[in-house]
């Protein structure tokens, strides 16, 4: 009897503790694993690891970008009971000229589906298949830039032009598709730069 008289004290003093401190009962953990990306998902970057990659700016100027490219299990936290696991894929494209850099990330939104963002300096774009939005994007079958035609091309525009400051010069848009990456990139003051084989 004393026993339960012990237990009885014991569970009000973790629950009157509970109360008094604010503190959440403890929760059960849980993961959420999206697991690796697909090929489909992969292929949305064609940009190699250590591969040179160049522009022609609109002034004639040659710009060479640097790839490096990483895929890891990133790892978040909902709350101190869940954790979420899902592997992205990124490229970043470094100048040799003090301009902007490009980056490709590829990421799991669940265990079935994924994204693709596209940075061009501070200017971002979605590649509009891999989202469920309508951003006003263009399709073309195939089109021409510089001397060469390309196929399954979009024209995607900046998701944040509404927030951009007008004196600040920004990739208003760009051209890509899956096979060779960024083709265009058009600026807010008219220039433009383009692939250059």
């Known amino acids: 009897m004393n026993y339960i008289k012990k237990l009885y004290k014991l569970i009000f003093l973790v629950v009157l503790g509970t109360v008094l401190t604010g503190c959440p009962p403890p929760c059960d953990y849980m993961l959420i694993d999206y697991g690796a990306l697909s090929l489909e998902a992969i292929a949305c970057s064609p940009y190699q690891d250590g591969q040179s990659y160049s522009f022609l700016h609109s002034g004639g100027q040659k710009i060479s970008f640097l790839a490096n490219r ?33 980056n490709v990330g590829i990421s799991k939104t669940d265990s079935t589906r994924y994204h693709c963002l596209i940075w061009v300096g501070e ?16 399709y073309f079958d195939s089109l021409q830039i510089g001397q060469s035609w390309y196929r399954e091309v979009y024209k995607i525009g900046n998701n944040w032009r509404e927030e951009l400051p007008e004196q600040q010069i920004l990739a208003d848009s760009i051209y890509y598709n899956t096979s060779k990456g960024i083709l265009k990139i058009l600026m807010s003051n008219g220039e433009f730069y383009e692939i250059h084989n």
């Open 70 to 102: 990483t895929r890891e299990i990133r790892t978040e936290y909902y709350d101190e009971c869940t954790e979420l696991r899902a592997e992205s894929d990124l490229s970043v494209l470094s100048p040799d000229y003090p301009i902007f850099s490009c």
């Open 123 to 138: 200017s971002s774009f979605w590649l509009p298949f891999t989202i469920e939005i309508d951003i006003g994007h263009i």
